[in-house]
């Protein structure tokens, strides 16, 4: 049986919520009231003990049924097929270069029909198989409980010494990660709805008030840390209250956020300040996609020059490889690139110092970037990488640090926002 | 060789402006023959006695060899006792006793006193001794070291006395000088079966275990002669015994004759000036193996000269063309019955006894000529069991029955083995090295004359025949290892698909029933119904390819292999398993050969030899 649930898949959560509240939270009201099944009840309430509107609990006292539901009918499918003596399998849709595509009207990376049958009775993926019904069953408790867990504690939950051996049922969190990546795509519920977050990892600050489980924040007073961008960044998790700002800038790290935010960028230019600590986790990713589509933020990134910097900007604006199913929820096709760009070392006159010679390693990857489709129609991009290899040099935005201490956020930034000159 | 060396003539040194310095009548009074013994006190590392560990295990190795050779001459089942004394931090007293026929009265001092005296020497016969100089130069040794004489007791037989003989070598002039010597009339103690010598050496050395030590030349020693038996007592008063394996001898060597392709000139002609031959035909024929009338015809005429010829007429110059026309001449192969190899049978006896393997197989060449002399190529593995598998194999030589325990990198058999292409046959091997893994390799050379680079006898020489066969041989090995091999791996690769399932099965119905919450063990039941089915096909092929898990499959017919199954301990499967032994171990070796010996219990070997030994000491390296 292939695991393509019968319903629609995970809208509830890319929809805007603020327009169906009220409508929702009616419909799960009754489901509750109505519901026989002790399983159901027992979800509702343990999601009741979550902060939050009453909506946001119903919301997510839906979702996380629908999750259940989904991961008993793999369960099922298993069981089904075992008393019938028969193979037991599980199809992942395949997620890898192969398997994606790149749609051209909506400019998305989309994840393909390839999938992979993983069976019990093959001796390279019996061990496979058997994580993947751990991590169910993981997932299940997890979800049922109401509570999240990163994914390190997910191995452990997992992790138990196989009775009657000495073999353990990961051998580390690598196995369990992509395990859990194969559950995700497998029962095509997101990450977020299995309860299973990632490191944390970002910074926010800037002119906008947010509703973090339903804890107010303004990120005008975040002092000099900022506000720590949460894994999760469901509509259910965090909301956003008021906004003045025009648009958001995200930069490649802290430290170049930290010039940014001292020298109050955000209050001079109105506008939000974002930072991902090199390429964006999933909850930097969804929140500039949310700030981008529900409150209509343009974002512009301020990267390095050199071949990573080029792939944070595609991952923002296309979505990732790894998660091509999730585009969608994530990408910001309208993102803009302000720079570093390889014509800067004579526009803004920099000095020899900056130059970071390339190495075989960085020119290789640079035209593994320009051929990508979604590179290779941009005439401008193709310029740009092109210019850099012939330059034989990368440069970081803190060689604009060279200039003056302010150069960036003074001068730089400002200018290219003016004239508008950014690659698209 | 000549019995004295003449040393190089000192060059005479004129240094121009002082004018001659000495005059040729004062130099000729400084010139004079140098003895035999002389040279080789001198030059002792030419021997094997360079340092003094080395020394200790020589002076073994060379009284050992001689006992076996002298027992095996004499039709006797050689049992030796090998005993190390430490008297001091350095100082040791080695004693070697044999059941041999003994030595008569007056050659007693000519073996143990005299170098290059010997029977072995002047005639073209495999036997484990060549040049006669082993024995007595230990002595001598242990005279220069430590100026004890060399004591020696012999009896030739019951009723007859035997002899206690002091001896201490002149070097100057390459004999014996007698010290003291007893008789004893009455039965000695020493030798039960009533004959036999004994040898004792007080010597300057140095014990170590390990690697070329005397406890690995005498386990070596045991493997290549199942059909002796030997009684070492180490130097912490340890009893070792390594029982014997095979009851019966080895078939007596035959002499042969040289073979003309054999000889080079130089020979030809001290050939040609010792016969008693008079006319050249008579010389060819009877002087050489494989020489009929037409060919002494062939050779004599190539030199213009006729089967007539008087040998007396035939110069330097006729020599010469006589050498030509054998060099052109078409002659059979020396024969080559006069080679005694272990046999298949004897080396598995031996490797079983000594190696704790689980596989072991052997294989001998058909005899080959190298330089006119035949030799015969055998090779013995055993794999796997209690061998190390994280080394590099082990390669142990031997030529005539005696290990090779120096040099190991220039001898010839090391070189065959790192060609032989062991990736082939299921085992690892880094280019220009030896394969890695648990292994032992046994290469025997038997031949009437062993190439060895140097006196000391550690390593054979590199001749490209030679070479050629030992690599077939090891092929051919080699193959039965990685049939072995391939079989074992896939029987393994079954079962550890048995065992994943397995291990994976609970699991999973555990992990659907709490999904789910359908019955866990009926998951189970089923899941495990499922994977029985599959195995069951793999078994299926299995037994439709080969036939390979009920009988061993190709390998059962083959009467060269052993394969040790170690999963069988019981005490059934052990006494059966003794009983399999005894009958291999009592089996005539060359004979009839009897049926495939497959054995079911790892203990077979471990058993019997435990049982005979006082005290194991385990393999040594």
Redesign the interface.
């Known amino acids: 049986m292939a695991l393509k649930p019968t319903d629609e898949p995970g809208k509830a959560g890319s929809d805007s919520p603020r327009r169906k509240v009220g409508k929702k939270s009616a419909e799960a009201g009754k489901s509750k009231a109505a519901s026989s099944s002790k399983e159901t009840t027992k979800v509702a309430a343990t999601s009741a003990q979550r902060g939050g509107t009453k909506a946001d609990q119903a919301d997510r006292a839906r979702v996380d049924e629908k999750t259940v539901k989904r991961i008993e009918a793999l369960g099922e499918s298993v069981v089904r097929q075992s008393l019938k003596l028969t193979d037991p399998f599980v199809d992942v849709p395949t997620r890898s270069i192969s398997n994606v595509k790149f749609n051209k009207s909506k400019r998305l990376l989309e994840m393909g029909d390839a999938k992979q049958r993983r069976t019990l009775f093959n001796l390279g993926q019996a061990k496979k198989f058997m994580q993947t019904m751990l991590i169910a069953d993981g997932c299940r408790d997890l979800v049922r409980a109401g509570k999240t867990l990163s994914l390190r504690g997910m191995y452990y939950k997992s992790l138990h010494t196989i009775s009657g051996t000495k073999e353990k049922t990961f051998d580390g969190q690598d196995e369990s990660d992509v395990v859990l990546e194969d559950l995700e795509v497998a029962i095509d519920s997101l990450r977020e709805n299995l309860h299973v977050f990632a490191k944390k990892r970002g910074t926010m600050v800037g002119n906008i008030t947010v509703f973090d489980n339903g804890d107010e924040i303004n990120c005008r007073r975040m002092g000099t840390g900022g506000y720590a961008i949460p894994s999760i960044c469901e509509p259910s998790v965090l909301k956003f209250g008021k906004c003045e700002a025009e648009f958001v800038l995200h930069v490649e790290k802290d430290t170049v956020w930290s010039r940014f935010n001292e020298d109050r960028f955000w209050e001079t230019h109105n506008c939000i300040l974002t930072e991902g600590s090199g390429q964006p986790p999933r909850g930097v990713r969804r929140l500039l996609h949310r700030l981008n589509a529900e409150l209509g933020l343009p974002i512009y990134c301020l990267l390095d020059c050199d071949p990573w910097g080029h792939y944070i900007y595609s991952v923002i604006k296309q979505g990732s490889i790894n998660l091509a199913y999730e585009s969608g929820r994530m990408a910001v096709p309208e993102a803009k690139y302000l720079g570093i760009r390889s014509d800067d070392y004579q526009r803004c006159d920099l000095s020899d110092d900056v130059k970071i010679e390339l190495n075989d390693r960085d020119c290789e990857r640079a035209k593994q970037i320009a051929a990508y489709p979604w590179f290779a129609d941009r005439r401008h991009w193709q310029k740009e990488i092109k210019q850099m290899l012939s330059n034989g040099f990368k440069m970081e935005v803190e060689s604009l640090i060279t200039k003056d201490i302010s150069y960036v956020t003074e001068t730089y930034v400002p200018e290219r926002l003016k004239a508008k000159d950014w690659i698209d | 060789m000549p019995s004295t060396v003449t040393p190089p003539t000192s060059p005479k040194k004129s240094s121009g402006k002082t004018g001659r310095r000495a005059t040729a009548e004062e130099m000729a009074s400084k010139q004079r023959e140098i003895s035999v013994s002389e040279f080789f006190a001198k030059n002792r590392h030419l021997l094997g006695f360079d340092n003094p560990r080395k020394a200790l295990l020589t002076t073994v190795k060379e009284a050992v060899d001689n006992a076996l050779d002298a027992c095996e001459e004499g039709g006797i089942l050689p049992d030796i006792a090998v005993e190390l004394l430490q008297l001091a931090e350095t100082r040791f007293k080695v004693t070697i006793r044999d059941n041999g026929p003994g030595i008569v009265r007056k050659q007693i001092e000519n073996i143990f006193g005299k170098l290059l005296y010997g029977s072995k020497f002047h005639r073209m016969k495999m036997s484990r001794g060549q040049q006669g100089i082993g024995i007595s130069a230990a002595g001598m040794y242990g005279l220069m070291t430590t100026g004890r004489p060399v004591l020696i007791i012999s009896k030739t037989g019951r009723g007859k006395p035997s002899h206690e003989v002091l001896l201490k070598i002149d070097t100057a002039r390459n004999r014996a000088e007698v010290i003291s010597e007893t008789e004893h009339l009455e039965d000695d103690v020493l030798f039960a079966e009533g004959h036999g010598t004994s040898v004792t050496i007080e010597l300057e050395g140095r014990y170590q275990k390990g690697r070329a030590s005397v406890d690995e030349y005498l386990e070596q020693t045991a493997i290549a002669n199942p059909h002796a038996r030997f009684t070492y007592v180490t130097p912490s008063n340890e009893t070792i015994e390594y029982p014997r394996a095979v009851d019966e001898l080895p078939p007596e060597a035959k002499e042969i004759k040289p073979h003309p392709k054999g000889i080079e000139l130089g020979t030809l002609i001290q050939m040609l000036e010792r016969t008693e031959k008079t006319q050249l035909g008579a010389f060819f024929k009877e002087d050489f193996c494989r020489v009929g009338p037409r060919i002494a015809k062939e050779i004599c005429g190539h030199a213009d000269l006729t089967d007539r010829t008087w040998i007396k007429q035939v110069g330097h110059a006729e020599a010469e063309a006589l050498y030509q026309g054998i060099q052109a001449a078409k002659i059979m192969a020396p024969p080559t019955d006069c080679l005694v190899p272990i046999g298949t049978k004897a080396m598995l006896a031996g490797l079983l006894k000594e190696v704790k393997a689980e596989f072991f197989a052997a294989s001998s060449r058909p005899a080959a000529v190298y330089r006119g002399n035949p030799f015969q190529i055998e090779v013995g593995i055993a794999f796997g069991g209690n061998l190390p598998g994280d080394e590099l194999g082990r390669v142990i030589r031997f030529a005539n029955r005696v290990p090779l325990l120096y040099q190991q990198s220039a001898c010839c058999s090391f070189k065959a083995v790192i060609e032989a292409g062991w990736r082939n046959y299921g085992l690892q091997q880094a280019r220009g090295s030896l394969p890695s893994g648990p292994v032992v390799i046994m290469i025997h050379m038997a031949s009437t004359w062993v190439p060895f680079t140097s006196e000391s006898k550690e390593a054979i020489a590199d001749y490209d025949e030679i070479r050629k066969e030992m690599r077939l041989a090891l092929q051919e090995c080699g193959r039965k290892l990685g049939t072995y091999l391939r079989r074992r791996q896939k029987m393994r690769r079954e079962s550890?698909?048995r065992n994943?399932?397995a291990?994976?099965i609970?699991?999973?119905?555990m992990?659907?029933e709490?999904?789910?919450g359908?019955d866990a063990a009926?998951?189970r039941d089923?899941?495990e119904?499922?994977?029985s089915?599959?195995t069951a096909e793999a078994d299926q092929q299995l037994d439709d390819e080969g036939r390979v898990i009920d009988n061993g499959g190709r390998l059962a017919g083959d009467d060269s292999v052993i394969i040790i199954d170690a999963a069988a301990d019981t005490p059934e499967a052990v006494a059966e398993a003794e009983q399999i032994a005894e009958s291999l171990f009592a089996a005539p070796p060359m004979k009839t050969r009897g049926k495939i010996i497959k054995k079911s219990a790892q203990k077979t070997g471990k058993k019997t030899v435990k049982k005979k030994r006082t005290k194991t000491t385990g393999k040594s390296g």
């Open positions: 550890e698909r994943v399932f291990r994976y609970g699991e999973i119905s992990a659907c709490r999904i789910t359908a009926s998951i089923a899941l119904s499922i994977a089915r599959k």
